[in-house]
């Protein structure tokens, strides 16, 4: 394991590293979108400026700049576009399935947030 720590003048303090591993493997899905307004590609950012502006509803600010849909996935602005992503899903028989219906879901609810 890598050791997370940080030099402090000359004493060296071991910094705690808590990452929350799922118990099974898990699958996740994004999907990532240009926005175009009156024909001409412009940035999420500087139009909406976060994601919690982009949707109606008020949404849970989530990790990094992220906020949580109503379905339970993510939306975020990253490099110029809009990103949606799924929750985790563990890996069982029709995980993908499941996946890919939330991943729509995600896509059918900011597509009609934009209308």
Known sequence: MKDFGTERGTRFFRESA????????VVGL???????????????EKVF???????????????GKSFQLPAGGAIYFDTGVIEVATPIIELEPGCCYRATRLLWEQIRYLRRELD
Not at 30 to 43: I, K, T, Y
Not at 49 to 63: A, E, H, K
């Open 49 to 63: 400026g976060d994601p919690s502006r982009l949707v109606r509803r008020r949404m849970i600010p989530r990790t």
């Open 30 to 44: 994004e999907a990532e979108f240009n926005l175009l307004v009156n024909d001409r590609r412009r940035r999420p």
């Open 18 to 25: 808590f990452t929350a591993v799922p118990p099974r493997a």
